[in-house]
């Protein structure tokens, strides 16, 4: 998986708990992505950070943050988790450079909110 | 609004026929239009990708077809595999933009 690690895996939180997913990469890449990935919805965009502290909103952005303080790091936080959010979520990183726009996808966070 | 239009939602063929995935776009800005192949339980993979300044493109028994005129691209797999049953992805993306579009996704089975 192109050197990018999520954590947890895995996770059952309840409503209204706050829940931050973690992504790490080796590759030194610029760009970091978090998707979620729903039946029926394909992949959507929910932040994306184009450099460190540099970050922007995707099309499902409601109720999700991020942070990204090393280049390496990219962290998504749920403030308060609702079972709407109940989703895989998926890390992906790019090159800089005008002709590198393959997105490399971690392996995803399988996340269930009770 | 979809921006990307993927068809069919699923597919179901033998071994060694040959799928076909179609893609259709609004946006005449896009100039990058990439297939991903996603596993189950996997993330996405880049398969194979297009520019609009070719028609076709190949890439061992995986290629893509783009007609600028009517703002679609197919992902065709010949010869297809059971190994080749995944969910694939069409996307898109204008200039320097570095967010992709995506399709909804074409889950394919391919019985043996």
């Known amino acids: 998986d192109a050197g990018i690690t999520q954590s947890p895996r895995h996770k059952v939180t309840e409503t209204g708990t706050p829940v931050t997913l973690r992504c790490h990469q080796t590759?030194?890449?610029?760009?970091m992505y978090w998707y979620r990935q729903d039946p029926g919805h394909g992949l959507r965009l929910i932040h994306y950070s184009y450099g460190v502290k540099d970050t922007d909103k995707g099309e499902v952005s409601d109720g999700y943050s991020v942070s990204r303080s090393k280049t390496e790091d990219f962290l998504l936080t749920l403030e308060s988790a609702t079972s709407s959010q109940t989703s895989v979520y998926f890390c992906?990183?790019?090159?800089?450079?005008?002709?590198?726009?393959?997105?490399?996808f971690g392996p995803g966070t399988r996340l269930t909110v009770t | 609004q979809q921006q990307v239009k993927q068809s069919p939602q699923s597919l179901i063929v033998q071994k060694g026929g040959i799928p076909i995935i179609n893609c259709a776009y609004e946006n005449t800005a896009f100039d990058y239009f990439p297939w991903y192949q996603q596993f189950p339980g996997k993330g996405p993979a880049l398969l194979i990708a297009i520019r609009p300044d070719v028609s076709e493109k190949k890439e061992g028994r995986f290629t893509i077809s783009f007609n600028k005129s009517a703002k679609q691209f197919s992902l065709h797999i010949m010869d297809s595999q059971p190994g080749d049953s995944a969910t694939y992805f069409c996307?898109?993306?204008?200039?320097?933009?570095?967010?992709?579009?995506w399709g909804l996704g074409t889950s394919l089975a391919v019985n043996p």
């Open positions: 992906a990183i790019s090159e800089s450079g005008s002709s590198h726009y393959e997105q490399y």
């Open positions: 996307a898109a993306k204008t200039g320097n933009n570095r967010k992709l579009i």
């Open positions: 590759e030194n890449h610029r760009y």
